[in-house]
């Protein structure tokens, strides 16, 4: 499976869960192949401090190289790359819906996703379920940028409890 994670700025969620996804994925042997990108990226600009640190605080991430991530303006090309778009807040949807619109079958928010996706089908059909569903502002991702080390390291939190209920409910399913 190709995944697009996506956030603001491409400098915080987005990599975060990026990472996150791409450690389980490997863990769980799922063969996922992970993006990160912006609606309102600067191209290049590396991940914060803070950004690192916190996903430095997942302990079962382990040991990573943090250093290569350079934010990304989310363009056609990935997303006609990706099977699914993994979108940090209702407003990200609603960005791919209106520059995106035929990507609006495979972009749900991932806080969505985890609480309403039904469980006992497919990916594909799990996806379907909850793309159809209208975004909601209150399984937004807070972003925390301009926010204290606390602020990254909850959003960091928040992120490792959603992908590892992704994984749970799509491991096994990737292909479909």
């Known amino acids: 499976m190709k995944i697009l994670t996506l ?3 491409n400098v915080a969620r987005s990599v975060m869960l990026g990472y996150m996804l791409a450690s389980l994925g490997e863990g769980s042997g799922e063969l ?3 993006r990160s990108a912006g609606t309102l990226a600067v191209e290049g600009a590396a991940m914060s401090v803070r950004t690192r640190d916190a996903l430095r605080s997942v302990v079962e991430l382990g040991e990573q190289r943090y250093g290569a ?3 990304h303006q989310v363009d056609g090309a990935d997303v006609e790359w990706s099977d699914v778009i993994l979108a940090s807040e209702a ?3 609603h960005y791919v819906r209106a520059h995106f619109e035929s990507a609006s079958i495979k972009t749900v928010q991932l806080a969505l996703f985890v609480r309403r996706a039904p469980t006992g089908v497919t990916f594909a059909q799990q996806l379907a379920a909850v793309a159809d569903l209208d975004p909601s502002t209150q399984y937004d ?4 940028a301009g926010g204290d080390q606390f602020a990254y390291d909850q959003c ?3 992120l490792w409890e959603l992908a590892k209920a ?8 990737s292909g479909s």
Do not use: I, K
């Open 166 to 173: 992704f994984t749970q409910l799509v491991a096994g399913d």
């Open 156 to 158: 960091a939190s928040q």
């Open 69 to 71: 991530h350079r934010s």
């Open 141 to 144: 991702v807070a972003d925390p």
């Open 7 to 9: 956030c603001t700025g």
């Open 91 to 93: 407003a990200h949807v």
């Open 32 to 34: 996922w192949s992970v």
